[in-house]
């Protein structure tokens, strides 16, 4: 009362002052009803930032099927031995007292202190400056951890590495996150984990889905693979760490990686104010990719498989293609060496990991290229039909005879000359004689074929050559699809283009290389009537979950790329002159014929030489359609062989695709037809 009433005096300082102070009382009072009613959700969003930390959970990477449904990659549990930082941080600090240094100070006693059993000696801590207290605190760290991976050695029975460094990094970035120690454990090494030392806070077993391939090596060159995927994006900025992912390298894995490795969620960790995992919450559920079925079908994608090892040995530089010639799709590539793609995700015992680590090294076989479709060879006498069908289009009557004279070298084989004073020789692997259109292809005459390809010229070889669409890709979503060397109309009309030049053309040889993938496109349009397809590799891509309702998407079979405008009795010509090839008794591809199928092939070999001019490999082929009326099924087969390893396209080529075929007509026993032969 006695403030009041001094206040109703008639004095104007003292009413400043009750009215200052008045005014702070309520400045201070809006205040708090700002912080406390007004803005408290905002500081509320600030606590949970500062107590949760966002971790990035990739999605379930979709399943590889062949075209029956079957698995070729899939995920499977990982187990993973981690430490828990927040689990160790009482025996860090333990083992940081244990080896903080003290300082010893001897004292007097007086005599009552012997009565009491006071110590001689005062023990007090040693100061030590910032950095010391750093070091020797990473040291306790350091050798707690040590320590625990030593038992886990022993537990697990085998040797686990441990980096300072490492270990080091992922304390000071994510303390919130388990420090894998041991990677990919085995049944056993659970059990013995589970059984001796489970129930420790500060390790234990972690479960991630890896990526696994059931069939090891096979079909691995189309599939290609994945390696782990710990690169930052746009999206990791909402992310404070990143669970390790996979991303395809080559091969399906890689062409149809963003739907296969499906949408990432996350999980939000609580953290306490060390920054020590406290409890963790999922936020988002990670969308699992889809899946991915193949056109392959595995039984033909083995058969191949089994028909090369039989015939070549383990891991020869070969190819095989498999395609039906009506729709363009592929039922088996084989590309050899391969290396199991399990190598990529360390899933693979390690006597077999030191094995496939020795095949990669070997740069002879380089087995993680797909030799199918990214490797380009001189094909050889298996060009001819193309170089036929420019010929007969320009006019070319198949019975007309050419005179193929002998070698004057080699009186048993066949030469020509060519170039203005016909001074240029090349040498023949037929017989000298009289050849026609058919009995040039059975045979595989070089010197019919140059001297039919000079005279119809070489711009309409050119020409033919693309309408096949050699020197361009094939289109394969793989990362592996080569365009092939092949010279264009400007080219050959230019000044330094020699008539040699189109005469090796002409056999195959010379300015030229395709690969395998580009000889089956050709043969199936030269078997199908002459409509050139686009391979396809990929039947559709479907959800994981049958029940999803999601529709598939589909990709049509027998998409037509170009086509021959090639008159029908050319290609039958072609046909009936391949079909001898494989029946007549002088046929170079007699060693393909399987009983009751009706084959047209043709064999090639193509001489590969160095820099000087040395011949140091061939390539061999056997390219064929079957049966003979109404084909279906296309078969390439190569083989690349150093010297001085020889042989034919023949005798190395046609017995594997004769056991492809056995096994195709074991499948589709419709393709079995009488051997009648059109006149």
């Known amino acids: ?36 009613i007004v803005t408290t959700s905002e500081y509320k969003s600030h606590l949970v930032t500062q107590s949760y930390r966002t971790i990035r959970i990739p999605g379930m990477r979709g399943k590889i099927l062949d075209c029956e449904g079957r698995v070729m990659a899939e995920n499977a549990p990982r187990y993973n031995l981690s430490l828990y930082f927040g689990g160790l941080s009482s025996e860090f600090e333990a083992e940081y007292d244990r080896l903080r240094p003290v300082r010893v100070a001897a004292k007097s006693r007086p005599f009552w202190d012997l009565w009491r059993g006071s110590p001689a000696a005062a023990r007090k801590l040693a100061p030590l400056t910032k950095t010391n207290i750093t070091n020797l605190k990473w040291q306790a760290r350091y050798d707690v951890a040590y320590r625990i991976v030593t038992q886990m050695s022993q537990t697990l029975g085998q040797p686990l590495s441990f980096d300072y460094w490492s270990f080091k990094r992922a304390y000071e970035s994510s303390l919130y996150v388990p420090y894998p120690i041991a990677q990919g454990l085995n049944a056993d090494e659970v059990a013995r ?26 079909a691995a060159g189309l599939l290609g693979y994945v390696v782990t995927d710990d690169s930052g994006g746009d999206e990791d900025a909402a992310y404070n760490y990143r669970l390790p992912d996979y991303k395809g390298v080559v ?114 076989l380089m087995p993680q290229i797909n030799f199918a479709t990214y490797a380009a060879y001189e094909p050889g006498s298996v060009f001819k039909p193309v170089v036929g069908l420019a010929a007969l289009e320009a006019g070319l009557n198949p019975n007309e005879i050419y005179h193929v004279e002998a070698d004057p070298e080699n009186p048993d084989h066949g030469c020509i000359y060519i170039g203005e004073h ?67 109309l400007w080219e050959v009309e230019k000044s330094d283009w020699h008539e040699g030049d ?34 396809r590799l990929v039947d559709r891509i479907e959800s994981q979950d049958p029940n999803s309702g999601e529709a598939p998407t589909v990709f049509p079979s027998g998409v ?32 393909a014929v399987v009983p009751g199928l009706q084959i047209c092939g043709k064999t090639g070999t193509a001489q590969i030489q160095n ?69």
Not at 193 to 218: I, W
Not at 438 to 447: V, Y
């Open 1 to 36: 009362m006695l403030i009041f009433d001094e206040i109703k005096k008639n004095d104007p300082e003292l009413r400043f002052v009750a009215i200052a102070l008045a005014t702070g009382f309520f400045i201070l009072l809006a205040g708090l009803w700002w912080v406390q």
């Open 193 to 218: 984990f589970e059984e001796n030392y489970s129930g420790n806070p500060g390790v234990d077993l972690d479960v991630q889905p890896t990526r696994v391939y059931p069939l090891g090596a096979t």
């Open 251 to 364: 091969g399906v894995e890689y062409g149809y990686d963003q739907d296969l490795h499906g949408q990432p969620g996350e999980e939000l960790v609580m953290v306490n104010n060390l920054g020590y995992r406290q409890a963790e919450t999922i936020g988002n559920e990670p969308d699992p990719g889809r899946n991915v079925v193949l056109t392959i079908d595995l039984d033909i994608q083995r058969a191949a498989e089994e028909a090369l090892a039989a015939h070549q040995g383990a891991n020869p530089r070969a190819a095989i293609i498999v395609m039906n010639v009506r729709s363009g799709d592929i039922l088996a590539m084989v590309s050899s060496p391969a290396i199991d793609p399990n190598y990529f995700t360390k899933n693979l015992p390690p006597d077999e990991m030191q094995k496939e680590s020795a095949m990669m090294e070997d740069t002879n």
């Open 422 to 488: 016909h001074n240029h020789k090349i040498k023949d692997t037929v017989p000298p004689g009289d050849y026609n259109f058919k009995r040039a292809i059975e045979l595989s005459s070089n010197s019919y074929f140059i001297y039919n390809g000079l005279r119809t010229g070489i711009q309409r070889v050119v020409e033919m050559a693309d309408k096949f669409h050699f020197g361009e890709k094939t289109g394969l979503k793989t990362r592996q699809d080569a365009a092939g060397i092949f010279p264009s």
């Open 502 to 535: 189109s005469a090796n053309i002409d056999f195959g040889q010379g300015r030229m290389a395709v690969t395998p993938m580009q000889m089956a496109v050709a043969y199936c349009a030269i078997a199908n009537g002459g409509t050139v397809l686009w391979p």
């Open 560 to 591: 037509v790329r170009d086509y021959l405008g090639v008159h029908p009795r050319s290609l039958r010509i072609v046909h009936d002159a391949m079909l001898g090839e494989t029946t007549d008794p002088e046929g170079t591809g007699k060693s």
């Open 611 to 679: 820099e000087k001019g040395e011949l140091i490999a061939h390539n061999y082929w056997f390219c064929s359609f079957a049966p003979y009326e109404n084909p279906k099924y296309a078969v390439i087969v190569m083989v690349h062989k150093p010297m001085p390893l020889g042989g034919s396209g023949g005798a190395v080529c046609a017995p594997i695709a004769h056991d492809i075929y056995a096994d195709l007509v074991k499948k589709d026993s419709s393709i079995l037809t009488q051997n009648v032969v059109r006149n």
